[in-house]
């Protein structure tokens, strides 16, 4: 069994509403909602999955979050890119165990979560430096050492160059990905996979119309599409609201 939960360990509480916290453990703390409060003593050295109660008798459900939740609650400056998305990005862009990538921006440090946590070594270059910093405290907010080793971000303009070869993979989320087009035939290995995550299609465009077919190929832009089902009792259905609209991935591999 894993272990119970620990002082300063990030707990998600749970209402029957269905809404979500995301509370760090501290001794002494109280944590409050609309329907009561529970002292952090009482999570404290309890199994997670169990259920407590508040002073008002209200039900929550304590979990250790996982990183769909955390990165939907961690602190942001820029916006993220969404768990559906940095899903498919491991698999289209084909992120292992070991893999050296070039992140570029970084913003708050989402991708980097997932990239991390598949394994791999992960170079940033993001051009503001309080979002340098934010992705760093996020990314040690919820991995451990081990993975914050893998991880380094410099405050640099990733349209300016690349200063590091050999990657494997070069991913991007920034507002020109064309820009880095031609820096990126250069990191890369042969048969690396360069990818661009792009909120408009024309964007999406003009990066595929900067790959030249001499130095890259096996293009391919994909749109992910996730809804939810409602499925209670006799009403089974599409939930009503859905996300509309994130952004597209963008990937191509560079020729021998
Ligand atoms: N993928 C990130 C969000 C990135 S938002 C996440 O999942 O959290 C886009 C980021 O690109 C912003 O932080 C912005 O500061 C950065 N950026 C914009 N232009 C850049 C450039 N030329 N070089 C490096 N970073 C850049």
């Not at 992960?122 to 910093?133: K, N, P, Q, S």
């Not at 070069?170 to 792009?198: F, M, S």
């Not at 003009?206 to 077919?213: G, S, T, V």
Request: charged share 20%.
């Amino acid at each position: 069994m894993k272990n119970s939960l620990q002082v300063e360990e990030l707990v998600l509480l749970c209402d029957r509403k269905g809404r979500k916290y995301l509370v760090k453990l501290t001794s002494g703390k109280q944590f409050h909602t609309h329907a009561g409060s529970v002292a952090h003593d009482s999570l404290i050295g309890a199994s997670e999955g169990i259920q407590v109660r508040t002073n008002r008798n209200a039900s929550l459900t304590v979990w250790r979050p996982t990183l769909n939740d955390y990165v939907l609650k961690m602190p942001r400056g820029a916006q993220v890119i969404y768990p559906k998305d940095s899903a498919a990005i491991l698999m289209l862009a084909d992120v292992f165990t070991g893999a050296r990538v070039l992140e570029s921006g970084v913003g708050s440090g989402a991708l980097s979560l997932s990239l991390l946590r598949a394994g791999a070594y992960v170079l940033g270059y993001e051009i503001r430096a309080d979002f340098a910093a934010q992705s760093l405290e996020n990314v040690a907010g919820f991995l451990d050492q081990e993975a914050q080793q893998r991880y380094e971000v410099q405050v640099r303009d990733c349209y300016l160059g690349i200063a590091v070869d050999c990657l494997d993979r070069v991913i991007l989320d920034l507002p020109e990905p064309w820009q880095v087009v031609p820096h990126a035939a250069k990191a890369l290995n042969a048969g690396g996979i360069l990818t661009a995550y792009t909120p408009s299609i024309l964007q999406a465009t003009q990066f595929r119309e900067a790959c030249d077919c001499k130095l890259w190929a096996q293009a391919c832009t994909v749109e992910i599409l996730h809804r939810n089902w409602h499925i209670e009792d006799e009403a089974v259905r599409p939930e009503h609201r859905m996300v509309g609209h994130t952004g597209f991935v963008t990937t191509v591999r560079r020729l021998g």
